[in-house]
């Protein structure tokens, strides 16, 4: 008798949104409080705190219906054979058009051009609700709808663009590979990673946001000081226009080698009046760069694709897979569908993981940005963030340790304190 792969994966897709919901409604209970953490009494005022408690439970109702539709239509999709059943309409449309079924890559592309369409159908409600209710009414977004449905538009035409070369050349690598697959699948995706990295904020993200030069003054001396004095090779320092869209706020930097750039939210500059926080922020994302944070992500990631893609060239020709999930053929598009399904326990434990990784990367940010002498400034910049963007004040210690990147503000201020106790 075959393994019911399916009825498991659905078992403990449902059993996750179980263990999910119960966290949810911890930290639920946490933004009900009607007091600030002991930590942040006379840091965040009260105003501040009112509307961050609000802003906080009214995207938490929200994130409780778009989970629970989002089980409702993933679980059906999976116990109803939805799935098989849109592959082989796929095929029917391709027969239609007058080209081969046989081609996988046609009909896989058929396939793609369908899902897409479903899940801006599904998703649409929710973005449109989250961006125009849940943001609007606490004074966040920025953009009229004729924005974001441009926006949207772009999106789908660089998927358009973009996919089917990289969706057929998987598919011949998967054709082609023999024994040494998940190698290629690996170096394949590598590669365009590196492409995408260095094309993305030269190509594409100047589609959606201008980048303008932060110009001369103070501010510019002073980061441009700063990165000198880490021997960080700043090429470029942009300003983008975050505002059109939404008023929070963030900084960030990229490139490879000799070729760094540091982009900064205009929406940043607006709300630390202080232009030492601003400074502090980009201290603490130096540290990232100084202490390889960023180098050891890309080779955590790497390698664990590279074991993905060894699970996935175990399993693509178990015909007992497939056929669990409705499939009489093996197409490969559908093997990794499948693959990523049944690995969901082990996605889940390695995300945790990750998560850990990242908090434990944000204190030692934080510790390097206080080690060249932005403590005060740091904490003053950290509370600015978190007040201006209305983040959660209390938070849940199990939802945080499960679903944040970042520590929480509490934590982030307890661990300098701590830095400074030990140094007195």
Known sequence: MAFPYMEAVLGFMIFMYIVETYLDFRQYTALKLPTLPRTLEGVISQ?????????????????????????????????????????????????????????????????????????????????????????????????????????????????????????????????????????????????????????????????????????????????????????????????????????????????FFKNKRIVIYDTLIQQCKDEEEIVAVIGHELGHWKLNHTTYSFIAVQILTLLQFGGYALVRNSTDLFRSFGFDTQPVLIGLIIFQHTVIPLQHLVNFGLNLVSRSFEFQADAFAKKLGYASALRAGLVKLQEENLSAMNTDPWYSAYHYSHPPLVERLGALDEADKKED
């Open 47 to 255: 105003e501040k705190f009112k509307k961050a408690r609000a802003y906080s439970l009214e995207k938490s109702y929200f994130n409780f219906v778009h989970e629970f539709v989002t089980i409702l239509l993933d679980s059906a999709i999976l116990y109803f054979g939805i799935l098989p059943w849109f592959w082989k309409k796929a095929e029917n449309f391709v027969l239609l058009v007058g080209l081969s079924p046989e081609n996988e890559i046609l009909h896989t592309l058929a396939f793609l051009g369908g899902v897409m369409i479903w899940s801006q159908i599904t998703d649409l409600p929710f973005s449109l609700y989250s961006t125009f209710v849940i943001e609007s009414r606490h004074g966040f977004n920025k953009q009229t709808i004729w924005l974001f449905f441009r926006d949207l538009i772009k999106g789908i035409c660089i998927a358009i663009v973009l996919g089917p070369p990289i969706v057929s050349a998987m598919i011949l690598i998967v054709q082609k590979g023999g024994p040494y697959l998940a190698i290629y699948l690996w170096a394949f995706t590598f590669v365009l990673s590196i492409v995408m990295m260095t094309v993305y904020p030269v190509l594409i993200a100047p589609l959606f946001n201008k980048f303008t030069p932060l110009p001369e003054g103070e501010l510019r001396t002073k980061i441009e000081a700063l990165a000198s004095s880490q021997k960080f090779p700043l090429k470029k320092l942009f300003v983008v226009d975050g505002s059109t869209r939404s008023s929070h706020s963030n900084a960030y930097m990229y490139g």
